[in-house]
């Protein structure tokens, strides 16, 4: 059974860092593109970092997130990581990691096979 685990959301005041991660179990994520998202309450569901098999050339989604976000694969553990710094109330939202393999568009939804279950991340004034 293929499970993804989010752990590290939490509550952090507006400039504060929080890290995180994302365990893969039942399937081996070497072989998988991971991405993190993100759905804000009343929003979509939005791809804010991802990284391919090899680790090189990582998506982050624009000005919102990048040099703020660092996404970062460790597969001798079998996880994928996401350090946030620098955070603002725009980035509450619950944070989802998605596995998925195939030459699909790892900014999109659509290329995920596999997601886990979310972690809650508030960012508070």
């Known amino acids: 059974q293929v499970q993804l685990v989010e752990s590290g959301g939490g509550l952090v005041q507006a400039g504060g860092s929080l890290s995180l991660s994302c365990a893969a179990s039942g399937l081996t994520l070497s072989s998988y593109f991971v991405g993190w998202f993100r759905q804000a309450p009343g929003k979509g569901r939005e791809c804010v970092a991802a990284?391919?098999?090899?680790?090189?050339?990582?998506?982050y989604r624009g000005d919102s997130v990048k040099g703020r976000f660092t996404i970062s694969r460790d597969d001798a553990k079998n996880t994928v990581y996401l350090q946030m710094n620098s955070l603002s109330l725009e980035d509450t939202a619950v944070y989802y990691c998605a596995a998925g393999t195939g030459g699909g568009d790892m900014r999109r939804e659509y290329a995920y096979m596999f997601w886990g279950q979310g972690t809650q991340v508030t960012v508070s004034s």
């Open positions: 990284i391919n098999w090899s680790g090189s050339s990582p998506y």
